[in-house]
């Protein structure tokens, strides 16, 4: 039997903390001497499991980035960046290459509309038993209008999103690490919090392992068009070239 979607377990997902919205909540991830079931420390990087796993038949991970609640990617000194990035592709490959799930997911979350529930920087790693996330995915979706290219990586605007509208596109080669593959996507996300021609407070990065690459997308988060919701009809913006020009005015003319 072909399993096509997640099941999720709702008498877990009420127990989950949440502060994005609840200010009041204390964080569980700044109470770090209380934190358990680590994998693997990297300084302030934090691989744990899950203490919430609400997705059945999966094995959740949660990826702390940093020791400082109020940080956020886009803020990030370079060190950190690549140090974190690395990190957490390393992990997400192994994680692929025991052999133990059909797919391995690696993504985050950031802002009230991003599907989130806590505010400290972090991530997920989930391997899922039942289903393959890459039957869904095609190297079409991560075309683009090119921003910036150099080392082995691309920066483009999604002339085909996957949902609609404005989605970045991040791309490397599996066999090494790029340090500019971790630049352009901070280099999106901080486009999104701080020039975006609307205000966006959200974001989401999913990565994704297909054939030899390994993309980054970085999707700027606002309440769904109800087209994509009920009919799976994304919309391509008609200023796309104008957002193209404006990152890289910004980020790489100076």
């Known amino acids: 039997m072909e399993h096509s979607h997640l099941h999720f377990n709702t008498s877990i ?12 909540q204390a964080c569980p ?22 203490k919430f796993p609400v997705l059945e038949n999966t094995f959740q991970t949660v990826l ?3 020791d400082d609640c ?10 950190h960046l690549h140090r974190l990035i690395k990190f957490g592709i390393k992990h997400w490959l192994e994680m692929e290459e025991t052999g133990h799930y059909r797919s391995v997911i690696f993504f985050k979350n950031h802002g009230p509309l991003s599907g989130g529930t806590l505010a400290h920087p972090h991530m997920q790693i989930v391997g899922l038993n039942d289903i393959d996330y890459k039957e869904k995915v095609s190297h079409e979706m991560f075309e683009g209008l090119v921003i910036a290219e150099g080392e082995g990586t691309r920066f483009t605007l999604s002339t085909k ?3 609609g509208f404005y989605e970045f ?32 407070t959200s974001y989401n990065v999913f990565f994704h392992h297909i054939d030899d690459k390994i993309y980054a997308k970085v999707v700027s988060r606002f309440i769904t068009t ?18 193209a020009n404006e990152v890289k005015r910004i980020y790489f003319n100076s």
């Open 70 to 79: 109020h940080a956020e990617l886009s803020t990030y000194s370079k060190d």
């Open 64 to 66: 702390i980035e940093t």
């Open 13 to 24: 997902g009420v127990k989950k903390p949440e502060n994005i919205r609840n200010k009041q």
């Open 161 to 163: 999103p996957r949902v």
């Open 29 to 50: 991830f700044c109470e770090r001497d209380q934190l358990t079931d680590l994998i693997a420390v990297d300084g302030p990087i934090i691989l744990l499991k899950n």
């Open 169 to 200: 596109n991040i791309e490397m080669n599996d066999s090494s690490y790029q340090e500019t593959f971790s630049e352009f996507m901070q280099i999106a996300v901080h486009y999104i919090l701080n020039h975006f021609p609307f205000k966006a």
């Open 226 to 243: 109800p087209l994509y919701i009920g009919y799976g009809l994304p919309q391509v913006p008609s200023n796309l070239e104008w957002m």
